[in-house]
């Protein structure tokens, strides 16, 4: 991973300052690190920390990802409501747009993501400790 704009703690959330873990339990992020962390093998930009709702899941399974359903082959657990998991970040900009976008942990959402998602979107949708 390139230093600047990939890899470890030297990136940055959409706040400006280091990107905090997203989740531990369970584990997250493309890297599986528990970080929203990115690179230019993650084509699917996982830089979104969303706090899962019943709405997105049931959205998400409708979309053609299921990400309630545990699948022991690849040690994902399956994801309940309360969850935070890094998202694709196209993937919450589709919900948003269908009103089923789950909130965001803006200080563990990676910078990155602004390349999909308006940063005033996401202000719109962070969890209230942030705002």
């Avoid at 600047?4 to 959409?14: A, D, L, P, S």
């Avoid at 905090?20 to 979104?48: L, N, Q």
Wanted: hydrophobic share 40%; glycine share 10%.
């Amino acid at each position: 991973m390139d230093g600047e704009n990939f890899g470890g703690g030297r990136q940055k959330n959409v706040l400006g300052g280091a990107l905090i873990p997203c989740s531990v339990a369970p584990m997250t992020g493309f890297f599986r690190d528990g970080c929203c962390h990115t690179s230019p093998e993650d084509i699917g930009s996982h830089t979104v920390c969303a706090v899962m709702t019943s709405d997105f899941l049931s959205f998400s399974k409708a979309a053609g990802n299921d990400l309630m359903t545990p699948r022991a082959k690849y040690g994902f657990p399956g994801l309940k409501p309360g969850d935070s998991w890094c998202l694709c970040a196209a993937r919450w900009e589709q919900a948003r747009r269908a009103g089923a976008a789950p909130n965001v942990i803006l200080s563990a959402t990676n910078v990155a993501c602004l390349s999909v998602v308006a940063l005033e979107d996401l202000r719109a949708h962070a969890v209230s400790s942030e705002l």
